[in-house]
Nanobody, 124 residues
């Protein structure tokens, strides 16, 4: 299993960014996926999740309405669209795969595989 994030960059407050996660080594369409971010102050913070085929998506309250998680199963790629970025969104963003049929799509303990992360910095 391999998950490789990309798209992290420096963005101005209020700006937008798209993160991508290229998945390989497993059948991407069969697994629920998530984005998690990490900062020294907050540690690991769950951001968003998507079920297979995007049937349902889930967002933390702090990003709801600003972030969008999506997936392209044909390309085995997960996306996170960030809009209205604020300084609090600065973090290392990880793509992760759940164990099969997770009971809780907000529980990072149910994430089986993680990528190495891509850094987002929101600054003027």
């Amino acid at each position: 299993v391999r998950l490789v994030e990309s798209g992290g960059d420096m963005v101005q407050p209020g700006g937008s960014l798209r993160l991508s996660c290229a998945a390989s080594g497993f059948t991407f369409s069969e697994y629920d996926m998530a984005w998690v971010r990490q900062t020294p102050e907050r540690g690991n913070e769950w951001v968003a999740s998507t079920e297979t085929r995007g049937r349902r998506t889930f967002y933390s309250e702090v990003v709801k309405g600003r972030f969008t998680i999506s997936r392209d199963d044909a390309k085995q790629t997960l996306f996170l669209d960030i809009t209205k970025a604020g300084p609090e969104d600065s973090a290392l963003y990880f793509c992760a795969r759940f164990y099969r049929d997770p009971a809780d799509h907000t529980d990072t303990n149910l994430l089986e595989y993680w990528g190495r992360g891509t850094r987002v910095t929101v600054s003027s």
